[in-house]
Each structure stands twice: as structure tokens, then as C-alpha cells.
Nanobody
């Protein structure tokens, strides 16, 4: 069993900051990419930022210059530091990880339960 547990969401005023965390646990042999996606009401889920196991970050254009993704491989944790937040950043943010479990050959996509981020005055 693999679990991804997010934390750090909440209500923040425009221009404010939040830091999201996601911890992976379970029977994990290796983690490839970890990242963050978000889904606003009435919209499709979209990639916000991803981070490969070799240390390469990838940010959506909407996140560049404001968000930073970092990763602690030893802790199986990925972080998303979000600065200069805008009302359009309001969404449920989901953690994603591509994981190989012990006893398995292939890698599979796993998702967290989501954490709400609301940017409003």
C-alpha cells in the first residue's frame, strides 16, 4: 500500500504565501517524479510543478517566478512554496508521485487526497 498525504493548504490573502508538503509512505522501492497538480471548480486538473528524482524541476508558466518546488528524497517528501498568490490560484492541490513498489517491476501513478488552497481578501 502506498499513501501520499498533503498538508499546508488554507485561506490566504492575495499576495500572501503558503507552503504545501506531501509525504509518501508505504512499500516504496523507488520514486521517480513527484509533483503538484491543481483543479479549480469547473476546470480540468492541470500540472503546477514537477520534480524528477535526478533534481530537475518543471514549472507551469503560471507558476514560474512565484512558486518553487523542492524535494527531500530521504524523507520521501515534496514541497511547493507558493508566493505572490493570486485569486486564480484558488484550487484543490493534489500531490502526485510515480512510484515503484517492492515486488513490482513497473511504476505507477499515485495521488494524494488533495488540499484546498483559497486566495481571497
Amino acid at each position: 500500500q502506498v499513501q501520499l498525504v498533503e498538508s499546508g493548504g488554507g485561506l490566504v490573502q492575495p499576495g500572501g504565501s503558503l507552503r504545501l508538503s506531501c509525504v509518501a509512505s508505504g512499500s516504496i522501492r523507488s520514486i521517480n517524479t513527484m509533483g503538484w497538480y491543481r483543479q479549480a471548480p469547473g476546470k480540468q486538473r492541470e500540472m503546477v510543478a514537477t520534480h524528477t528524482s535526478s533534481g530537475l524541476p518543471n514549472l507551469a508558466d503560471s507558476a514560474k517566478g512565484r512558486f518553487t518546488i523542492t524535494r527531500d528524497n530521504a524523507k520521501k517528501t515534496v514541497y511547493l512554496q507558493m508566493n505572490s498568490l493570486k485569486p486564480e490560484d484558488t484550487a484543490v492541490y493534489y500531490c502526485n508521485a510515480v512510484i515503484t513498489r517492492y515486488g513490482e517491476i513497473g511504476s505507477y501513478n499515485y495521488w494524494g487526497q488533495g488540499t484546498q488552497v483559497t486566495v481571497s481578501s
